[in-house]
């Protein structure tokens, strides 16, 4: 993978920013066609589908902060010299080739190319037939970037294929890829991982979970609860399960006032049996397969739980590992809430909706890695690089 001096890449992203501005109408318009053929069924891929201006100051912004971030190739690691004389660095290395697919969302199409372009990445965009004509505007956008400075459109690709045709991709790619990432649901995730030859890091899956202590303040986790829930019901750090423990003060009356909340903002309530003792008028969960199901809807699960252990061993057994929050006025309790359940994100008397790569400082993300290796939580400019060591030596031998 030939490297590119930062100080093109930057000329490069900088060339984006106007492209983007000056074609905002064109790119609005194409969007138009792509949600008038749209039909409305799944209203969460509808709200991730729309390009308004808002949304192209958006794409600008990413592209602006990933352009101003120190380039990540070429960073030491670790240097050591050895007794032996050895002179060893390790040091940030591209990956080389990234494929991402993913659904709906156009400004993905500027997320993960801005990321992946400046971390001397090239890249496969293989976005949904949903948003076909945005993402091919976007993509002559980059095309017109990328020779305006003189380097080939090969370093951005949109992949134009068909289910079958991904598929074959994915099994004999025209180039080894380094890197695929799925960033949608379960079935898309369970696809790649089938078909796909390359490593594969999976990012998406949300089913979020809240955890509310004995030892809460209520009003905190009603507004935390709320926000998390209804702010934007499309986001994979949505919340989709609430805990109630048992033991709380005035347990059945903290009941009510949830199943008020929630009617009030329009959210349906699904209870497990234990709850339903209390709101007997609410819907009982119909199987256990839905303490797995991420719901991308106003749609939530009122569960009661017996204390800080089962509420965390639930939440590891049921939970996308994504996000997780406990409200508690006692820190210690959230500490060990904190530690012990096994998600990208953990929280303390805060949303989940706040598991995003701008909202927690990182900039512009490629996805939210819900896998251990080699990274989890939001996916950076700096986590889109591995490691190459340099080893120097004087005619070294091994003996």
């Not at 032996?84 to 997320?111: A, H, W």
């Amino acid at each position: 993978m030939k490297l590119i001096k930062s100080e093109i890449k930057n000329k490069v992203l900088k060339s984006m920013m106007t492209i983007l501005d000056r074609r905002r109408k064109e790119i609005i318009a194409a969007n138009k066609q792509d949600l008038e053929a749209f039909k409305k069924d799944d209203q969460a891929m509808y709200d991730r589908l729309i390009v308004d201006d808002k949304k192209v100051d958006g794409m600008i912004q990413s592209v602006k902060e990933v352009m101003d971030q120190e380039d990540p190739v070429g960073q030491v690691i670790e240097h050591r010299k050895l007794d032996t004389g050895l002179d060893i660095t390790n040091k940030t290395s591209p990956f080389g080739n990234i494929m991402i697919i993913y659904e709906s969302r156009p400004d993905v199409t500027i997320e993960a190319a801005v990321l992946a372009f400046k971390a001397n990445n090239k890249i496969y965009l293989k976005g949904g037939k949903e948003a076909i004509n945005s993402n091919k505007i976007l993509e002559e956008c980059w095309h017109e970037a990328l020779e305006e400075n003189g380097l080939s459109k090969d370093w951005i690709k949109l992949l134009h294929l068909d289910r079958t045709e991904t598929q074959e991709f994915l099994k004999n790619p025209p180039e080894q890829l380094d890197l695929i990432v799925p960033r949608g649901g379960e079935r898309l995730i369970a696809f790649v991982k089938e078909h796909a030859t390359g490593a594969v890091l999976v990012s998406g899956r949300g089913n979020n979970f809240l955890y509310v202590s004995k030892n809460a303040d209520f009003e905190i986790a009603k507004k935390v609860m709320l926000n998390a829930k209804i702010d934007k019901i499309s986001g994979c750090n949505a919340l989709d399960k609430v805990l109630v423990d048992k033991n709380i003060e005035d347990y059945e009356s903290k009941l009510k006032e949830l199943q008020q909340l929630f009617s009030d903002n329009k959210v349906n309530i699904l209870v497990d049996e234990e709850v339903s003792k209390v709101l007997s008028s609410e819907e009982l969960i119909p199987s256990e397969d839905t303490w797995y199901e991420e719901f991308l809807a106003m749609k939530i699960v009122i569960g009661a739980t017996d204390g800080l252990d089962s509420a965390i061993a639930k939440i590891n057994k049921y939970s996308g590992g994504h996000s997780a929050s406990i409200i508690t006025k006692d820190k210690d309790e959230a500490l060990t809430f904190m530690e012990q359940v096994d998600s990208a994100a953990v929280y303390h008397n805060a949303s989940t909706r706040f598991t995003d790569g701008g909202q927690m400082g990182v900039g512009a993300e490629l996805a939210i890695s819900t896998d251990k290796l080699h990274h989890r939580g939001p996916l950076g400019l700096k986590q889109l690089v591995t490691n190459k060591y340099y080893v120097l030596g004087e005619g070294h031998v091994r003996v």
